[in-house]
């Protein structure tokens, strides 16, 4: 909402300088986006006539002027189409230097020399685009300084925030009746008296009636004929123009600057376009067509209200006039729309069409009904005093069931319980007093234009924005008064994090929409999609953390940053529904790595990362967690992975996450040029199985035994198999098993490998004997010989 | 025949002057104390020597043999102490491990928690697709209400859509117990943005919630402003400003003074001395009263924070994009 200096003094006592307005209506809760001098500086711009115009040989659209500054005449260009013998402009002559910084210079247009330049209102900052040069009135002095007479009243233009619930403050009235709050002053209402012409009755030009009541409670109207269609008086489209309206015509002008000033928007018609002298208030038919001014043929959503005459519709109802009624150059006699709509129904029917205007943000956040005749008479007798027109006495005005102010109670105590203060009641009272509510006894009465007031709790708030937020009190906090303990969560995911952190690897943050055929690699289900994404690439909701690591890796490599390790862990999204009919969105946690196995140095070899080491990172985050039930098996492997190269992990006999190579076509797909290996792990399915508890095992006093021998077998016999094999015949003795070599090829013959492993026995009760040792080894090589058709290596 | 002795004690000893390697020296104890080495060669000559000089020759050829063999050590064991010091060139880079680092937005969010733990909140969380309910209806959005273009909603379906703000985790933490609370929940939410230098279609917050009966805007006034000072500094000036949301009343729009320029104005700031950082307010009635409270005996607080913006302010960042593209030269910064 745009607002001049100037403009507000007009209506409230403004003590303070512009600037200094601004803070203080910051602080009450109008927030100043911008502020600045409504014109810019400029220089080299005088007052001058022009005293002859003729075609240019060379092109159609321009002119060659004669332009006079008082002492001297110059030849000047121009294209403006309204360029005209005799006219008084603003003239910037060589060595000017424009609002925008633009300094005029002596050029050679098609052929011909020209000195300076005409000006627009746009040129000079005066409006946001123009269609023609500035013409002055003639009462200026040839070669007087342009900028000094524009400077001389110069004024200061604010844009204010004004919160949606604030609909009475997208006026001039609105934003003064707030600085008169300020500053403890009344508000300068302007004048609602009309002169009619008592000749006239209005019965006899216009009937209404409102079919749809619940749309439209309030509907009234005047007439005013005779009107003169012209520009409006340059104090209207100054005021106008600097709040960033256009003026069309002084009739238009009207509605605006009563829409502007008061805040409630009016709408004119030319009274002879409307048919059987009625207007009936009507929902929209089904697929009805309608014609707006703007020329669009527009379909209408079904419940929108329209004003009709008796035969067909005007004007979409507090959303845009038609083009079959629309006040035109030859318009003599106004029917001026003054209405109340149903804020909910504007809102509905306005997001529909796609069509937001002055008015309906102003209907959808709710005007005043009681406020209608005011803006009615207002704008009514302004098209008296400048277009010449003539009121018809009467109003016709159907407002079936009046909308009456609500009361709140007032609670002085309740004020000082929210805002922990000890405000007096004089001071509280005096405070709402002073934004026009009325206060009562016990209770205030709320006028119908704050919409925004409707219990106990919205006083309070007005009491503190008036006191200002900064002159309330404020507790520190002293003491805890009752106990805390945090969620497990949020430990869980925590020793996630430090455990990633401590295998060296890097978080990542990656995005959590994205594309859909990115979804599709990591899931046979259809992702959860978004109706209305940003962008196609992000479309649908992560079901897994690779693609956005995957993006990383990619971004990265193609940047010169080749060895990369990262970690993720976030939410994906499942179409599962979970919990109140929503998608299941579990926590992961997910792992890329490539590039060198080591960072890369004279000493250190140069080797790539290998399936062994993203197994190996998931092991030793498993390790870290203590997880009693997880095991990494060879199992139906993902899609996503290489056939050869994935593994899933199991978790109380869930599978609860996979590692691997990324196959080519993903890595293909994200444009990377190395081998990419990843684990993802389902940490909600893991965290079901964590225990946070910790309880001290006894290092253990007694000496261990180590053994090592070395079974000769089929190569696809898995290391896995037998190992688990010695584990179960090692008993409990048996502490730790490490597979320390594995020997293919020479004299074992094809298909044959060794696998070397080493044995610690351990007791905790006392010194193991070499017999007990040799018993139990000796048991483990017949099982394993048995087993796998093993034999020992010599 | 003694002179042979004193030959080569000579020769030896003018041979061990020149010595400057461990290869030369090895080639030295071949040449005297090998097998077919000089003193070796010389211990065979006993036969030829006369009898009665013979106890002499034994006598003085085994000294020399202990004198070269201690020599010998000698010289070995100072190279090899000097090899430990002087051959390895020191100052080349040693073995290093790849290192990681949280993200600067889980550093900054940590920070927040603490500071927030400390001051006694329980840290909650919600689910990111949430219900048109939680998100907005039991927040006191009306539906067809223009407060809720104040977000641009991401829809998944007509009545489930990506969060916009945290404050739905108020909600469900109600639904679940009783006063007192004193909440923060952490997580991502999500706008219908185009991404630009300030924009992301999806950024971090933090929702606070404090509810017991006895809590005043006082109260409010005074969390935030420790939370500026324990996270900025003693000297950072918090401002209130009046706003709207529909879920707080009186809600307020808070600023910090700058951090950069400490409140005299540069151009983070644009001048202003001060930084937007979020809103807050007392919970509104209708909220407790959507989740079973009695509004007339309970108050409470509730505000917001962003983690994205609150960390650019921290780092001197001033692009929100560049915490998302992942650039290891950036993550290793933190
Ligand atoms: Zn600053």
Redesign the pocket.
């Known amino acids: 909402m745009k607002a001049t200096y100037q403009w507000l003094k007009e209506y409230a006592d403004i003590p303070d300088s512009a600037e200094k307005l601004a803070d203080k209506l910051t602080d009450i809760g109008f927030e100043v986006e911008e502020i600045r001098p409504l014109i810019k500086e400029f220089s080299g711009v005088v007052v001058a006539k022009v005293e002859s115009v003729e075609k240019h040989p060379d092109a159609d659209k321009l002119s060659i002027c004669e332009v006079n500054n008082g002492k001297q005449v110059f030849q000047v260009i121009c294209g403006a189409p309204n360029v005209k013998k005799d006219q008084f402009v603003p003239f910037a002559q060589v060595g000017a230097t424009l609002p925008n910084g633009f300094a005029i210079k002596k050029a050679k247009i098609r052929g011909v020399d020209s000195f300076g330049m005409i000006c627009s209102k746009e040129e000079l900052g005066v409006e946001e685009k123009s269609d023609g040069i500035w013409e002055l009135e003639s009462r200026y002095q040839l070669g007087d300084d342009f900028s000094k007479i524009l400077m001389k009243n110069n004024d200061y233009l604010y844009d204010f925030f004004i919160t949606p619930n604030r609909p009475d403050c997208l006026s001039i009235v609105g934003i003064g009746r707030e600085i008169a709050a300020i500053y403890d002053k009344p508000l300068r209402y302007p004048s609602f008296d009309v002169e009619e012409d008592k000749s006239l009755r209005i019965e006899d030009f216009i009937r209404i009636e409102i079919e749809d009541k619940e749309g439209c409670p309030r509907y009234a109207g005047r007439v005013i004929k005779d009107v003169k269609i012209g520009p409006s008086p340059e104090w209207m489209q100054k005021k106008l123009e600097a709040v960033g309206m256009r003026s069309i015509n002084n009739i238009v002008d009207i509605t605006n600057f009563a829409l502007m000033e008061l805040g409630h928007p009016l709408h004119a018609f030319d009274l002879r376009n409307l048919t059987g002298n009625r207007i009936i208030v009507r929902k929209s038919a089904k697929n009805e067509k309608f014609i707006t001014l703007d020329e669009k043929e527009r379909i209408l959503p079904e419940n929108t209200v329209m004003i009709c005459d008796s035969e067909r519709s005007v004007a979409i109802g507090g959303i845009m006039g038609g083009l079959n009624s629309e006040v035109k150059e030859d318009t003599v006699d106004i029917f001026l729309e003054s209405a109340y709509f149903k804020p909910e129904r504007i809102r509905v029917s306005s997001k529909e069409l796609g069509l937001k205007t002055e008015a309906s943000q102003r209907f959808e956040r709710g005007t005043d009904p009681n406020g209608v005749l005011k803006a009615l008479n207002r704008a009514a007798s302004l098209m008296a005093s400048l277009a010449g027109g003539t009121v018809v006495s009467g109003i016709c005005d159907v407002y079936p069931a009046e909308i009456t102010p609500d009361k709140i109670p007032l609670d002085c105590t309740y004020v000082n319980k929210i805002l922990g203060s000890d405000l007096s009641e004089k001071v509280i009272r005096q405070k709402l007093s002073g934004l026009e509510l009325d206060v009562r006894k016990d209770e205030i009465i709320v006028p119908t234009f704050r919409v925004d007031l409707k219990t106990e709790i919205d006083l309070v708030e007005e009491v503190a924005r008036l006191i200002n937020y900064s002159n309330l009190p404020s507790k520190r906090v002293t003491n805890i008064p009752y106990e805390i303990e945090q969620r497990p969560l949020e430990k869980q995911i925590n020793l996630v994090r430090q455990t990633m952190i401590n295998l060296g690897l890097q978080e990542a943050l990656t995005t959590s929409m994205i594309r859909k055929e990115e979804a599709q690699f990591f899931s046979d289900k259809e992702p959860v999609s978004i109706l209305n994404p940003v962008s196609d690439d992000m479309s649908v909701m992560r079901n897994s953390l690779f693609p956005g690591l995957l993006h990383a890796v990619s971004y990265n490599r193609n940047r010169h940053n080749k060895n990369l390790r990262f970690f993720e862990i976030g939410r994906v999204f499942d179409q599962i529904k979970g919990q109140d009919n929503l998608p299941d969105q579990p926590y992961k946690a997910a792992v890329v790595i490539c590039g060198k196995r080591y960072s890369e140095g004279w000493n250190t070899s140069a080797e790539p990362v290998d399936f062994y080491d993203i197994k190996g990172f998931l092991e030793s985050f498993l390790d870290k967690l203590f997880l009693d039930n997880s095991d990494i098996i060879l199992y139906d492997t993902s899609s996503y992975f290489d056939n050869n190269l994935s593994m899933n992990l199991i978790v109380s006999q869930q599978i609860t996450g996979a590692c691997g190579r990324f196959s080519d076509k993903i890595i293909k797909f994200f444009d990377i040029d190395e081998e990419v290996y990843g684990f993802e792990i389902n940490l909600d399915a893991l965290f079901r199985h964590l225990d946070l508890s910790r309880q001290y095992t006894p290092i253990p006093k007694f000496p261990f035994v180590e053994r090592d021998l070395a079974f000769v077998l089929e190569d696809s016999i898995t290391a896995k198999s037998v190992a688990d094999c010695i584990r179960k015949r090692g008993g409990e003795l048996l502490k730790n098993l490490q597979i320390f070599d594995v020997f293919r090829g020479g004299k074992l013959g094809n298909d044959k490998k060794s696998l070397a492993i080493r044995m610690r026995f351990q007791s905790a009760e006392r010194t193991l004997t070499d017999k007990e040792v040799d018993g139990i080894f000796n048991r483990i090589i017949v099982k394993v010989n048995k087993e796998f058709n093993a034999s020992l290596r010599n | 025949m003694i002179e042979i002795i004193e030959n080569i004690k000579k020769q030896f000893e003018a041979e061990t002057e020149k010595v400057k390697s461990l290869s030369e020296l090895e080639e030295l104890r071949i040449k005297y104390l090998g097998r077919k080495g000089n003193i070796s060669n010389a211990f065979s000559l006993i036969s030829d020597v006369p009898a009665e000089q013979k106890p002499q020759f034994g006598k003085e050829l085994n000294q020399l043999k202990q004198q070269a063999e201690a020599v010998y050590n000698k010289i070995e064991e100072s190279f090899k102490t000097k090899s430990k010091s002087l051959m390895l060139d020191l100052t080349l880079p040693g073995r290093r491990s790849f290192t990681g680092s949280k993200h600067p937005l889980i550093q900054t969010a940590e920070e927040i928690k603490g500071i927030f733990s400390n001051l006694g909140f329980v840290i909650e969380d919600g689910p990111e697709i949430e219900t048109d309910y939680y998100n907005f209806g039991a927040l006191n959005f009306p539906e067809n209400h223009p407060s809720r273009d104040m977000q641009d909603t991401l829809f998944i379906s007509k009545d489930v859509v990506l969060r916009t703000h945290t404050s739905p985790v108020q909600i469900r933490v109600m639904e679940k117990q009783k006063p007192p609370i004193r909440m923060i929940a952490p997580g991502r939410v999500y706008r219908r943005d185009t991404p630009d230098a300030s924009h992301s279609p999806f950024f971090h917050q933090i929702e606070g919630l404090v509810v017991s009966e006895g809590v005043t805007f006082a109260d409010l006034k005074g969390v935030i402003e420790s939370f500026a000072h324990i996270m900025f500094g003693k000297d950072i000036n918090v401002r209130f400003r009046p706003s709207f949301f529909p879920f707080t009343e009186p809600s307020v729009e808070y600023d910090f003074s700058?951090v950069?320029?400490r409140?005299?104005?540069?151009?983070?700031?644009k001048?202003?001395?001060w930084?937007e950082i979020s809103g807050a307010g007392m919970v509104h009635p209708n909220v407790f009263k959507s989740v079973g409270y009695d509004p007339k005996k309970y108050t409470g607080y509730a505000f917001g924070m962003g983690v994205d913006r609150i960390a650019m302010l921290k780092y001197n960042i001033n692009d929100i994009r560049i915490f998302f593209e992942n650039d290891v030269r950036f993550l290793n910064q933190f």
């Not at chain 2, 409140?263 to 700031?269: A, I, N, Q, T």
């Open positions: 700058c950069f320029c409140g005299k104005g540069c151009k983070v700031c001048g202003t001395g930084v």
